[in-house]
């Protein structure tokens, strides 16, 4: 089967950096994607990473070790707006073409 | 319209009674999905529909029961529910076969079963 961890709850200050780890389980690998989701919007795409290595968009990287097993997601330079839920999904090319998600973290940024 | 658009927003039903969600995409693309999202848990996947045939199910309870008629509607059709059915569903879009598979997402259903 397929399992992705990541904490539940990540807390930060405003223009601090924030990393949320996702470790994952699957029986095949394709790429390990982002995704924000606001507080009763929907979910939307933030980055991809298929090969290891960092993906950066603005304030927002992403990193993946296939190797490891492992990925995170790097915010910098925080803003108010950054609060949200952040999700680690895998693509399971054995199991399908869909996207198996992991449960969310919330991030909570302070003044 | 652009995006991904779902009707109704919020959903109030008894168990007795017989609903459908709708999903629309504007986007082009050729697969759709449904989602559960309840307090505490991962997305869950329902369906999947790609080219409008059912690829996925995920051992979805019968009392869910998914239409594709075009590549650019999907709908969930929801009858004799339960409590623990009530969520927000949400539906989504991609392009099949693509790397990055990428899903766009519809604003979601909030479902409440009385």
């Known amino acids: 089967g397929q399992s992705l961890e990541q904490p539940s709850e990540v807390t930060a200050v405003e223009g601090a950096i924030v990393q949320i780890n996702c470790t994952y389980q699957t029986s095949g690998f394709y790429g390990l994607s982002w995704y924000q989701q606001h507080d009763g919007g929907a979910p939307t795409f933030l980055s991809y990473n298929g090969l290891d290595g960092l993906e950066e968009t603005g304030r927002f990287s992403s990193f993946l070790s296939r190797s490891d097993s492992y990925g995170y997601l790097l915010l910098q330079e925080l803003q108010m707006k950054d609060s949200a839920s952040y999700f680690c999904?895998?693509?399971?090319?054995?199991?399908?073409?869909?996207?198996?998600f992991g449960k969310g973290t919330t991030l909570s940024v302070s003044s | 319209e652009t995006g991904v658009t779902q009707t109704p927003r919020h959903l109030v039903m008894g168990m007795t009674n017989k609903k459908s969600l709708k999903c629309e995409q504007h986007?082009?693309?050729?697969?759709m999905y449904w989602y559960k999202q309840s307090a505490k848990k991962p997305l869950e996947l329902m369906f999947v529909?790609?080219?409008?045939?059912r690829v996925e199910n995920n051992s979805v309870p019968s009392r869910f029961s998914p239409e594709c008629p075009n590549s650019s509607h999907l709908f969930l059709h929801l009858h004799t529910l339960q409590p623990e059915d009530s969520a927000l569903y949400l539906c989504?879009?991609?392009?099949w076969g693509q790397g990055e598979e990428t899903q766009y997402f519809g604003p979601g259903t909030r479902l409440l079963v009385l």
């Open positions: 989504a879009s991609s392009i």
């Open positions: 986007l082009g693309h050729n697969a």
């Open positions: 529909y790609s080219l409008e045939e």
């Open positions: 999904a895998v693509r399971d090319n054995q199991a399908g073409t869909a996207l198996i």
